[in-house]
């Protein structure tokens, strides 16, 4: 119903920067919330950000100043630039959409991950 293909994921050093994008496809009416999650080996998957349909963003704490989510509605892509990355920033991060499909209620979707590393 929804698939969604991430990219940008890769090896970078301490302070450098990297893009991943997510493109939304398939059968989509409407998409309400899209966004980035990461989970490191060992620990839960947590939030890195979020956009609303609005533009609404929502950061988690570990990222505030550093990481900025957009969107392309047209495209129906959501972006995370990440800048000033951190070791701490090493993790698999997963693409989040929420749509109505045009035969499906409001629904989440997860993308199949994208994996940042980050050297010391």
């Known amino acids: 119903q929804v698939q969604l293909v991430e990219s940008g994921g890769g090896l970078v050093r301490a302070g450098g920067s990297l893009t991943l994008s997510c493109a939304a496809s398939?059968?989509?009416?409407?998409?309400?919330?899209m966004g980035w999650y990461r989970q490191a080996p060992g620990k839960q998957r947590e939030l890195v950000a979020t956009i609303a349909n609005d533009e609404t963003t929502n950061y988690g704490d570990s990222v505030k100043g550093r990481f900025t989510i957009s969107r392309n509605k047209a495209k129906n892509t959501v972006y995370l630039q990440m800048n000033s990355l951190e070791p701490e920033d090493t993790a698999d991060y997963y693409c989040n959409v929420q749509a109505w499909t045009v035969v499906t209620p409001l629904g989440d979707y997860w993308g199949q991950g994208t994996q940042v590393t980050v050297s010391a």
């Open positions: 398939g059968s989509i009416f409407k998409i309400n919330v």
